[in-house]
């Protein structure tokens, strides 16, 4: 069959790379880009790989704020934990602008993969992050009724009481100099109250000190 010329405005189909070939299924710790974790989980999901990257939640007090808020923080910055349900064709996930290099076998250079015993810990740290991004979800949504922090402006850190919600303001009790008052904000503004939520205890980590010790191992130099 004859291929015909190409014009202007002829249009090819795109066959993107495959990233997986036939063999076991396994877990693999990914080398990312910086501040690239979010973008390469993505990226995996399109080829079906399930990755998730462990945070850690904190409190603390930024510049210009007069009382604590709640951070997030990613526990192993610059890697992705993913699992293959193949082999991964690595140079075409080095090709990539997301995936940089993976954690190798020291011995052999070779790409090692994790026990899913050994990752057992960070998963639970996946879970809890999906519990606080829910948590934050229902903390955005302010009723009538609720009890309320400010985070921001002149009421930073008060304690307030919804009296009504109107669009994207709503109108709050507070005290002030000893005597009930009555002020308007933007429902950005307010946080539902609720205990605050500490780091997260050593337990919680078993089972991936030696994924940690490798890491750090690498990033002295040492392996």
């Known amino acids: 069959m004859i291929q015909q010329p190409y014009q202007i405005g002829t249009v090819e189909p795109y066959d993107p790379p495959r990233i997986i070939a036939p ?16 973008a390469t989980k993505a990226w995996l999901d399109r080829f079906g790989v399930y990755a998730f990257f462990p945070v850690t939640e904190r409190w603390r007090i930024k510049p210009g704020h007069h009382a604590p808020i709640r951070c997030f923080a990613r526990y192993l910055p610059g890697y992705l934990f993913a699992h293959f349900k193949g082999e991964p064709i690595w140079h075409n996930l080095f090709a990539s602008p997301f995936v940089r290099d993976v954690i190798r076998l020291t011995a052999t250079n070779e790409p090692g993969h994790l026990d899913p015993a050994t990752i057992t810990g960070l998963l639970a740290m996946r879970e809890v992050d999906e519990k606080l991004a829910e948590r934050r979800r229902l903390q955005r949504i302010i009723r009538q009724g609720d009890r309320a922090r400010v985070k921001d402006g002149v009421f930073a850190g008060c304690q307030v009481e919804v009296v009504s919600v109107n669009s994207s303001r709503g109108k709050i009790k507070l005290m002030i ?15 539902r ?3 605050p939520c500490h780091d997260f205890p050593k337990e919680d980590l078993n089972g991936i ?13 040492k392996e």
Request: zero cysteines.
């Open 23 to 38: 063999g076991p299924p396994r877990w693999h710790a990914l080398m990312v880009r910086p501040q690239r974790e979010a």
């Open 209 to 221: 000190d030696e994924v940690i010790n490798k890491i750090a191992k690498r990033h002295s130099g």
């Open 193 to 195: 109250t609720e205990p």
């Open 177 to 191: 100099f000893g005597q009930v008052r009555e002020a308007e904000v933007d429902l950005d503004n307010l946080e």
